[in-house]
T-cell receptor
Framework: ETGVTQTPRHLVMGMTNKKSLKCEQH?????MYWYKQSAKKPLELMFV???????ENNSVPSRFSPECPNSSHLFLHLHTLQPEDSALYLC????????????FGPGTRLTVT | GDSVTQMEGPVTLSEEAFLTINCTYT??????LFWYVQYPGEGLQLLLK?????DKGSNKGFEATYRKETTSFHLEKGSVQVSDSAVYFC????????????FGKGTKLTVNP
């Protein structure tokens, strides 16, 4: 595997389900990010982990819970979601304190029914 | 605050036409500037970058020049192809401390044969 991988690529879940999104980076980076991309809205930064510590949480509802067990892996745990949470969830990685360029995974298309 | 403004889309061109997508920025420091591209059903890919004034980033026939005097980073391509149809995002990052990319809203490009 190369670059940034995300699983699953597609997920359909009910509002009472619990699921997790997984992201893995193979680039030797030490910062990782979760973004939400909804139709007709700008890209929204949700969480930032740098050197395995959460450095930013942009007022994301508590039904989204991130976990970063090491510099290569990032999870987004989901529970009791709402239909408006349906979106493409993108993971990215970068070198902390570098020039800022981030490398993105292909995303997980989430549908909440 | 730091921000990126890019031209509203959608943009529709015929194959072999000249492309310009305008991007201007506001930043308190000396940002690095990026163009990302998102093909249908995929994540964002770094297209090109420039890290200081007067730098020109280029890739796959696309070019953008970092213009500090006009705070701009316009994307250009001399002859577009159908395969260039995608959404293009301009972004900035403040090097040396910030872990954030600030994105524009994206410009959808459709190239017709």
């Amino acid at each position: 595997e190369t670059g940034v991988t995300q699983t699953p690529r597609h997920l359909v879940m009910g509002m009472t389900n619990k699921k997790s999104l997984k992201c893995e980076q193979h680039l030797g980076h030490n910062a990782m990010y979760w973004y939400k991309q909804s139709a007709k809205k700008p890209l929204e930064l949700m969480f930032v982990y740098s050197l395995e510590e959460r450095v930013e949480n942009n007022s994301v509802p508590s039904r989204f819970s991130p976990e970063c067990p090491n510099s290569s892996h990032l999870f987004l745990h989901l529970h009791t979601l709402q239909p408006e949470d349906s979106a493409l969830y993108l993971c990215a990685s970068s070198q902390a304190r570098g020039l800022g360029e981030q490398y993105f995974g292909p995303g997980t298309r989430l549908t909440v029914t | 605050g730091d921000s990126v403004t890019q031209m509203e889309g959608p943009v529709t061109l015929s194959e072999e036409a000249f492309l310009t997508i305008n991007c201007t920025y506001t930043a308190t420091g000396y940002p690095s500037l990026f163009w990302y591209v998102q093909y249908p059903g995929e994540g964002l890919q770094l297209l090109l970058k420039a890290t200081k004034a007067d730098d020109k980033g280029s890739n796959k026939g696309f070019e953008a020049t970092y213009r500090k005097e006009t705070t701009s980073f316009h994307l250009e391509k001399g002859s577009v192809q159908v395969s260039d149809s995608a959404v293009y995002f301009c972004a900035l990052s403040l090097a040396g401390g910030s872990e954030k990319l600030v994105f524009g809203k994206g410009t959808k490009l459709t190239v017709n044969p």
